[in-house]
């Protein structure tokens, strides 16, 4: 079983700055990419940013120069560093990591439940 634990959401104002994590645990063989992903209300849920193990990011047009994704291996951690926000992020912010969970197993997407971030205008 493998669970993956947001944390860090709320409200803040438009300009603010907020700083999500997200945790991977339980049976984890190892972790290849991590991502954000995000679902405003009426909309599907989109990329955010992601990173693969060895670091390489890719982040939406939206966030560039705004959003700073980066992960710790050792904790199974990944991060979102987001600034200067905008009321148009008005989303809840899923985590979601590509890991094997066993020698034998193939890449699988696993998810959070998600955490609410809200940014008032």
């Known amino acids: 079983q493998v669970h993956l634990v947001e944390s860090g959401g709320g409200l803040v104002r438009a300009g603010g700055s907020l700083r999500l994590s997200c945790a991977a645990s339980?049976?984890?063989?190892?972790?290849?990419?991590m991502g954000w992903y995000r679902q405003a209300p009426g909309k599907q849920r989109e990329l955010v940013a992601a990173i693969t193990l060895g670091g390489v990011t890719n982040y939406a047009d939206s966030v560039k120069g705004r959003f700073t994704i980066s992960r710790d291996n050792a904790k199974n951690t990944v991060y979102l560093q987001m600034n200067s926000l905008k009321p148009e992020d008005t989303a809840v912010y899923y985590c979601?990591?590509?890991?094997?969970?066993?020698?034998?197993?193939?890449?699988?997407?696993?998810w959070g439940k998600g955490t609410l971030v809200t940014v008032s205008s």
């Open positions: 339980g049976s984890i063989f190892s972790i290849n990419a």
């Open positions: 979601n990591a590509r890991m094997r969970t066993s020698y034998y197993s193939y890449d699988m997407d696993y």
